[in-house]
């Protein structure tokens, strides 16, 4: 840590102002520390004593001066310049301090009255913190002004960037801690800056915060030099500016006239680009390194060992408060040493000199509407989905591609939406092979690099981001729902597992700000997972992995919902359902290669929304009695596999009675009682019947279907089949046999499980297995699948009658 | 694309070996196209017809022939300095060129006999490539030399830092693709240098392969500057080289030059820091910028569109060569562009002079043991765990931290394999936190920055690997598992999720592994999953998540364990037994706070040997009748709280006849056919009754124990209590409370469940119900559990006594 601040030698603050901002720190400071700590006695009016103390000391000090310091300038540059901006704190850990600044600018009394801006709200604010009923240690949902967590460290950047994003008046100020700095999603969002346009978009003022210390080590960028690091951000494309100190008063000055700069640079890279010639760089954004002493301003040392300036100040430095009297009174040095009786008056209030400091209204952080972006949404204008329906003139026989089809809806989105610039399409490098390529007849790609004459759908304005990284698309989203916009994100379906942790994360934060009054509702994050696990048998056995589903089904009913339409029509009916609803996480796994299509429009829409239902025009059961058997299934390709089942069953064995039913909604399989979705048992008994068998062909890991039926009064008559982590590469058909979900091994599996059905027909069984042989056979001399398997189709017309 | 290459100037080889590595290159270029498009008429002794051509043509072209061209001048360097080196391909779509390159050196045909050196094996290498039955599309377990998949892009770098950790004499080439350089993994990789001793590991050589473009796109680090690169590059700490261009003449001359020197850099560092005076920096390695055109040497332009040089020559740059007489041309023309009559001699052999190019024996990428792990493989060295055995005087009412015990017992295996220097230890700055600290006893934090005075556990040899990115520890960690070391991976449960897909990637490794003979096996992935999410409470909901283990739960069984010790000695024997073992993955959840303890040694023994288990001493059923309920638990809290509620049933309903079953080995729990863990149907029944109520409090999300359970005869009754996804920051207790997983709703559940109880227990319901919101009031209170919870200890002696 250098002594001597770096960058720049001018002096911006005169010593009025520099007296005040320095206050107004020492408060946030004061605040910050009070809500470790206290229990009573908040403005030290008498001696602290034991009882003042809570009896569990928690949170983070580390890194919460800095974050205060940051934000007390950001206050200034607001006010001076009359700037709209939001601050994401990456450092989520660094709760106190922001829960401490938005009590000082007035917001926080605002959202919960009951911590009012007095000596009772303030006793108040500092027991609530991490106490049992309070609030949590780190900035969340609860904290106002906040879109980030910071729990698991890695997204505040992608946040940032995502939040700006066609907001061309915001600027994100983004604070990394050096611990984040580590991760990999962080290192790779800082070329986020190849996607902002600053003709349309904001800006990020990323502040790269260098305590040099995780929870007990050094961090590695911490101990870089400044040469190296000035090379590594120059390498990402920014101009890095530095402010490096201890000494207070310096580092004030430093800040200000850091910040003035670095805004300076920011107007005008977006003045030139709204107002001059637009260049073909990518501008070079400012950035901060601001080198501070991790836990500044707090205890040099406990106990004679070093705590400023190294890992022991990350969370409690001084913590046997309540039993160690010389603990104690360090800790009552060090409050006193911001002098509260110089910042707040006699009733507890901060002084009006200081309070002046903030800025006022929406613009204050805090309550800066951005961060609550409910209040800004406005619903997506949406076509109408029967426009772009696929026309099954004959049901089982008409082939279409469902992405692709979904893909002319998006396109008409984006068309209709362009005015309000409110919707963009996220994913890696995969929407024209995803089949979603018909957006690109209305917009293109993001691209702020340099174009060349021959390259495809790239421009300056596109609204569809492709990076290779599911880190990024997935922050650049959510930062952009949680500022009140719409999205959707297209992947493979193997390769969301990347982003696993950052749905968790999003799932928890959409959690509590649904029990929060004052949170007003996003719109809900959409994933689309297509290139699945039965149509990657070229890419083969790394790109097969299904259980993205089982991650999600883990989590509050309220939250989640997986949609597995069958065919095109059915997906517009979910993808357009899914884009008008909110703070909810929507996956639908759909194909993108050419698959029959069974539903017309009606029959997709009455079929979805139902969520489950009887297929009665597959089934060949007489209503009054139960069926022999019932064929489910869940997913495309299983519905394929088990409509051809349900074909070679019906062929070979009339006299079967056979019900076919297909969930879109996986949801409905649960009790009522356990998800909004869920059928009654009274219905779910009504379609699985109580008591026959059930073959279930279903899209990824069979254990999921048994975990959502294990009530259910016919669930020991289930069987499924799914992925059973059986992959190569090899044909679409050969993927199903190797996991025994393909036609025979169903239909097999249906003769088996009909009590008395297998002994009389074992020459049936034995045809199939055969035909197994044969395929087998086939396919290693071929390369291809079985023309009668590639080719098959649905054998009836629309009337039910056999074709021949 | 410059055409000019710029880095360096100098002339290395002569015309005769330029001419050669040429033909070699062009050799291993022409079996790459042979393996995507043929399926006989290898050589192309005959005109190109379309019954030649397979039916379905997969597989990545674009980066195949740079991949190529570096392998080539590899096998140059090694042959003329010696050198050990494996060859890490990041861009695992390049399979055929790893294929070829195998094939090319003999390795190929050593391990698959059929696939011999001359036109027959060459045909069958053709046929086999993405066939079914063949071989996958990407390098893969089945790809000689390969240690890495490529398939999920980001861990390349990662896989080789942890391969040449403790390999002094290896050396790593790391082909980075520029589409996966856009990836978190891949982008916190770089930072690995960090880590890297020279004077005790090996080095390695990345090479970031910019060939400019993804499926259909641009690439970032593609579309940067030369300038730009060279400062990231410089700022991550690294000496770039540049290699830039596409006349193939000039640019063997430019890489053979730049190896050249980029190989005395490794050298020069290595000897310095073996044999001079070690300095206090760490060095600044050498990795090269390696331009060349996507799709090098094939198609220009097929159908009046830029094919090479462009993102169209990313997989198959010609595709209808069957049908298309006009694109079959195209084909044949590319591949009597290498002039094959000039490689392979009438037999359809490698010529003599080309063949002489290759390394012998090992020194050949595809033959290097290291690459083959377990061929390298030595067992650990274990000392006894009864020597850290926790002394169970008291059972139930002695306290320990089991991580901490546990944390001895790692301790004295650094020390017994100091001198084999196999073992290491992966964690994100936790060690200390997660209560491992006694390792630090015997080695350090390996750090390659500067260290300050003040600084602890820090050191250049350290032997615990801490970096805030659990990407790069699961990848590390991969990396030094699969060149034949061990290792232990210790995590915050919560944020393990952050490489869910990373454990995806290593265990359809590992089950595709086991499957081929000539893969030796290697030792198993253990993950210790500590700072649990009922020990979170500290730090809110962001780090309260157990779902890591229902990932786990989908992979293949023989792949995967899962263990719950509900204690230390418990801990000590999983974590001693998981190190002992190969080719698996191993999942231990325990905590790391003072916990009461359960079981000696011998019993611990007893118990994790059969996985699952009646703890009789807790029980009071009477052994000729069964129980009137079973608690069952699994994991360290739900144990606790289970054994609290049985003390509170016992207290107050004398005549209620418990079972208590304890699950250490989640994989029990299936069905013998389903694990080779589970139990016997019959087993389970005598453990679970057939018919009695179940209570069973579990670690994590309830819904696994049901799926895990849902065949068993006594399923209906088993009603499973866990995380239902609700948490904050407050006391571990209510943590409990808040899921209703705590000893309170435990056994009420209990009266609940047993038929007639509760109508005659209403008091003791009331009772409990009172305890629960007294515990609200208290809590809310005073910010700390209540005495008699915190306190609670198990109130029976050794003999079952109740103590008074």
Not at 357 to 368: C, D, F, S, T
Not at 466 to 472: G, M, N
Not at 632 to 650: F, I, K, N, S
Request: a negative charge; proline letters at 6%.
């Amino acid at each position: 840590m250098k002594e001597q601040v770096t960058t720049p030698s001018t002096t911006v603050l005169d010593t009025a102002e520099l007296g005040l901002i320095d206050r107004y720190w020492r408060a946030a400071n004061y605040l910050s520390v009070g809500q470790i700590y206290l229990l009573d006695n908040p403005l030290l009016r008498e001696p602290l004593k034991a009882e003042h103390i809570k009896p569990r000391l928690l949170g983070h000090w580390g890194t919460t001066p800095g974050l205060n310091f940051i934000y007390a300038h950001l206050n200034r540059i607001i006010r001076n310049r009359d700037l709209d901006i939001i601050y994401i704190c990456g450092p989520g850990h660094g709760g106190p301090g922001m829960v401490a600044n938005t009590y000082l600018e007035g917001t926080y009394s605002e959202i919960y009255p009951n911590i009012s801006s007095d000596t009772d709200g303030m006793r108040k604010l500092f027991r609530q913190f991490s106490f049992p009923g309070g609030i949590p240690s780190h900035a969340a949902p609860e904290t106002p002004g906040s879109i980030h967590e910071g729990g698991e460290l890695g997204y505040a950047l992608v946040h940032a960037y995502g939040a700006v994003f066609d907001n061309p008046d915001l600027i994100a100020a983004c604070v990394v801690g050096d611990g984040e700095a580590e991760t990999g999603p962080l290192a790779a969002s800082w070329h986020s800056n190849k996607f902002l346009n600053p003709a349309r978009d904001g800006a990020v003022l990323p502040i790269l915060h260098l305590n040099g210390y995780k929870i007990a080590n050094p961090t590695l960028l911490g101990r870089a030099g400044d040469e190296d690091i000035r090379q590594l951000f120059t390498g990402y494309g920014y101009e890095p500016f530095f402010v490096e100190g201890s000494d207070p008063h310096q580092m004030h000055q430093a800040m200000a006239a850091t910040f003035e700069q670095a805004f300076d640079r920011i107007r005008a890279i977006q003045q030139d680009a709204r107002h001059g010639a637009a260049g073909n760089v990518c501008p070079r954004w400012p950035m901060i390194v601001f080198r501070s002493p991790k836990g500044w301003t707090g205890p040099k040392e406990v106990d004679g060992k070093k705590v400023e300036g190294f890992w022991r100040a990350h969370q409690v430095p001084v913590s046997n408060c309540r039993a160690d009297a010389g603990h104690r009174k360090i800790l009552e040095d060090w409050m006193r040493s911001y002098d509260p009786q110089d910042l707040f008056d006699i009733d507890g209030r901060l002084k009006d000199e200081l309070r002046a400091l903030a800025p006022a209204g929406k613009r204050r952080m805090g309550a800066n509407p951005h961060a609550n972006g409910g209040l800004l949404r406005s619903e997506l204008t949406t076509p109408a989905i029967g426009d772009y329906a696929v026309m099954v003139n004959e049901r089982g026989r008409t082939v279409a591609q469902s992405t692709e089809v979904f893909g002319h809806y998006l396109r008409d989105i984006l068309t209709l939406n362009a005015d309000k610039a409110n919707f963009r399409i996220f994913g890696p490098d995969e929407t024209e092979s995803n089949r979603l390529g018909s957006v690109f007849e209305v917009t293109n790609r993001v691209w702020m690099e340099e174009i060349k004459p021959y390259d495809v759908g790239l421009a300056r304005d596109g609204r569809v981001m492709e990076v290779l990284s599911e880190h990024l698309c997935q922050g650049w989203l959510e930062g952009y729902l949680l500022t009140g916009r719409h999205g959707l994100f297209s992947c493979y379906e193997a390769f969301i597992h990347i982003v696993d942790s950052m749905f968790n994360q999003h799932a928890k934060w959409l959690k509590v700000s649904r029990e929060l009054p004052w949170r007003k509702p996003v719109s809900s994050l959409n994933y689309l997972l297509t290139s699945h696990v039965w149509r990657q048998d070229h890419n083969g056995f790394s790109h097969q992995d299904p259980g993205f589903v089982d991650l999600v089904a883990n989590k509050k009913a309220d939250i989640v919902r997986i949609y597995l339409p069958p065919d095109a029509n059915t997906l517009l009916w979910t993808g357009d359902h899914c884009l008008k609803t909110y703070d909810r996480i929507n996956v639908i796994v759909a194909g993108k290669q050419p698959e029959l299509q069974w539903l017309s429009m009606d029959e997709a829409a009455r079929h979805c929304e139902a969520g489950i239902g009887i297929w009665h025009w597959a089934s060949n059961e007489q209503s009054a009695v139960e069926p022999d058997v019932v064929m489910a299934c869940a997913g495309d390709v299983p519905t394929m596999e088990t409509l051809a089942a349900v074909d070679l069953l019906r062929q070979n064995i009339a006299e079967l009675s056979i019900r076919v039913v297909n969930v879109v909604d996986l949801m409905a399989l649960q009790s009522n009682e356990q998800h909004p979705h869920g059928l009654t048992d009274a219905v779910f008994d009504e379609l699985f019947t109580p008591d026959r068998p059930v073959i279930f062909a279903y899209h990824g890991y069979p254990y999921l279907i048994h975990r959502l039926t294990y009530r259910r009064t016919n669930h020991g008559n289930i069987h499924v089949r799914g992925f059973i982590e059986e992959g190569t590469t090899t044909t679409p058909f050969d993927m199903t046999v190797l996991n025994e979900l393909d036609r025979y091994h169903l239909a097999i599996e249906a003769i088996e499980r009909v009590p008395g059905l297998k002994e009389k027909r074992t020459d049936t069984v034995k045809l199939f297995r055969d035909k197994l042989e044969e395929h087998h056979r086939y396919v290693r001399q071929h390369g291809e699948d079985m023309p009668e398997i590639s080719g098959w189709k649905w054998p009836f017309d629309n009337n039910g009658t056999r074709l021949t």
